[in-house]
């Protein structure tokens, strides 16, 4: 359900703008879309989302809102502000609060694309256990990909793994946003639910989320090219 830009988002997991902008500047709009998580946001703030956005990158930002219905609806507002091109929050905060996002957006002329993160990509079923959720992982990204098309959102994280299953089973324009991302010559780090990047995209996946195989590279912009090699861009 991608459209035709760049199926990369690279993940800006940096501790400050400085070395952010320092990736950014030598990348293009037409290379990749940028990801803006809890660690940058926190350090570089509302304005460095603005800046990326006025560079003319697709940003998505990545704070994952999960809190009563009207104060996320009204985050949501907030982050569209900023004009980011992808927003999401979490699917377990149910199915009213992410209908009020929906809401919030759809008064305005123009939105972002509203995602729901359905189980993180660093949970096995062993973690799933411990919070009381069937062990299943991809029963529960199914369940949470109704839910939140139900509630009228645009697609969801999720695990390529998964991707397969919600192809068959959720209909229409649905994307399917998937970090746990790896490389054969990176490091998994704390994800657990991976493929390759060939892979994610083998069985169906809209974006790639990719970060420290990048941005932990000795050469960030030689990894990116290898994984642009890999997919064949
Ligand atoms: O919503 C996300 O982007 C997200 C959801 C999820 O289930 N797992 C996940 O890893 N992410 C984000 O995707 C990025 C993955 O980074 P790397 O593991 O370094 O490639 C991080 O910024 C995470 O915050």
């Not at 809890?38 to 998505?60: C, H, I, M, S, W």
């Amino acid at each position: 359900m991608a459209d035709n830009g760049p199926k990369i988002i690279a993940a800006l997991d940096f501790p400050d703008s400085e070395q952010a902008f320092r990736l950014v500047e030598r990348l293009s709009p037409e290379r990749c879309r940028l990801k803006v998580g809890k660690e940058l946001f926190v350090r570089g703030g509302p304005r460095l989302v603005e800046q990326l956005a006025a560079d003319g990158y697709d940003v998505f930002l990545d704070l994952k809102f999960h809190d009563i219905p009207n104060t996320v609806a009204r985050a949501c507002e907030a982050a569209a502000d900023l004009g980011v091109w992808m927003v999401n929050l979490h699917a377990l905060g149910g199915r009213r609060m992410m209908e009020a996002a929906r809401e919030a957006l759809d008064k305005r002329q123009r939105r972002p694309l509203l995602i729901g993160v359905t189980i993180l990509t660093s949970m096995g079923s062993e973690d799933l256990k411990e919070i009381q959720l069937p062990e299943d992982p991809e029963a529960n990204v199914l369940h949470l990909a109704r839910l939140a098309q139900r509630a009228g959102l645009d697609g969801v994280v999720c695990s390529p793994k998964e991707v397969a299953g919600l192809r068959r089973e959720i209909a229409g324009e649905f994307r399917r946003v998937t970090p746990g991302i790896r490389p054969a010559w990176a490091a998994t780090d704390d994800q657990k639910r991976i493929t390759t990047p060939s892979d994610a995209i083998r069985l169906g996946s809209d974006y790639l989320v990719i970060g420290r195989p990048i941005t932990a590279a000795s050469d960030p912009l030689e990894a990116l090219r290898k994984i642009e090699e890999e997919l064949g861009v």
